[in-house]
């Protein structure tokens, strides 16, 4: 290999190698930004979710707690309180009162676990609640996840419980709340972000239990394994999940947050997802544009490189060659050596 082509090939392989470095910094400091950015509004939706999820508990806490401060429930305790007290005429009382507490379930209690009134299931007529009966303070409780049973599916509700006493004699009243697609049209979400819930009311994966706000969510198979493992751990955890192939694959990283009811019993997952498609076109960016400097540097290094051999090489081949002649013992072409010599030593000074 000459010395041209060596001058030259330094020339490339250093230009490559400072294009490569500068690109990879960019990538990796891009991807951590983001990384890091893409942290925070994780972060500050879970806080959001928490905060509605805690300000929706109260609310149902504090209309159970006006049911059961009103005359009307008040009475009735005390008319069940009388002996050979019928029940029966208070049916229908649940339904009435969650459309006016703006409620999706009502159950009214008797003392001994019997159900009087319900407004998802009226024909449970006496059904027993005996876990209802056995929690001492209710007053003192907040709202809590529950299944809760319908006629025609099992819900999955915030409830929450007051009780009236009369006497010796408690009446519980439990209203609540469908946790669904409803609750989740209420978080405001910043641009490329969504929420998934879970409810976990079955053994298993079941895909119609995962909506998004607008209902059963698509593609819900994809969701399985980060179901299951949340199922078998009973903790948080983040997956990457990657839907379709090719150029129109997309990336999603989600958080999975177990949600648990009163007996530490997993009732849902709650899923916040953060879109990767940005980050992916930004890398992929940076890479075509490092390609295209790349390429375009290496065109002008080529160029740059040819002419500086080219000004430093000829001179001393020349003088090589000259150097040959006078060894040969052709003494009349030293001039030309010498002139060589000169040549080269004039050439060099310009290009330094």
Not at 70 to 87: H, V, Y
Not at 337 to 342: H, L, N, S, T, V
Request: glycine share 8%.
């Amino acid at each position: 290999m000459s010395f041209r082509t060596k001058l030259m090939a330094f020339f490339v392989v250093t230009i490559v190698a400072a294009v490569t470095l500068v690109a990879w910094g960019v990538s990796v400091y891009t991807r951590r930004a983001f990384e890091e950015f893409d942290r925070q509004r994780t972060d500050a939706l879970v806080a959001q979710f928490r905060r509605e999820y805690a300000q929706r508990g109260d609310e149902i806490a504090h209309r159970v707690q006006s049911i059961a401060d009103s005359e009307a429930t008040l009475r009735m305790a005390m008319d069940l309180n009388r002996p050979q007290a019928d029940a029966s005429q208070y049916y229908n009382d649940a339904r009435g009162i969650a459309q006016t507490q703006q409620l999706d379930f009502v159950d009214i209690v008797a003392d001994d676990s019997a159900l009087i009134s319900s407004s998802e299931w009226p024909a449970r007529f006496g059904y027993k609640n005996d876990w209802v009966s056995a929690e001492p303070d209710w007053n003192s409780k907040g709202a809590f996840l529950r299944r809760v049973d319908t006629p025609d599916a099992v819900d999955l509700g915030l409830l929450a419980v007051r009780t009236v006493r009369v006497g010796e004699r408690r009446l519980f009243l439990i209203g609540g709340q469908r946790l669904d697609q409803n609750f989740l049209a209420t978080l405001v979400l910043p641009e490329g972000m969504r929420t998934l819930l879970y409810r976990n009311l079955e053994q298993g994966f079941v895909p119609a239990e995962l909506t998004d706000s607008r209902g059963p969510a698509s593609q819900s198979e994809l969701f399985a394994p980060m179901i299951a493992e949340v199922q078998k751990n009973r903790g948080e955890l983040q997956r990457t999940i990657t839907s379709g192939a090719g150029p129109n694959a997309n990336s999603e990283t989600f958080n999975a947050i177990p949600l648990v009811g009163r007996d530490n019993d997993l009732l849902g997952v709650l899923l916040v997802g953060s879109s990767r498609q940005s980050l992916i076109q930004m890398l992929i960016f940076i890479r075509a544009l490092a390609l295209l400097v790349g390429g375009g540097v290496i065109l002008l290094g080529l160029i740059l490189g040819w002419w500086i051999s080219a000004r430093v090489t000829r001179p001393i081949e020349e003088l090589a060659a000259g150097a040959r002649e006078v060894a040969a013992g052709h003494w009349g072409r030293a001039w030309r050596c010498a002139r060589a010599m000169k040549s080269a030593s004039s050439r060099m000074h310009s290009t330094k």
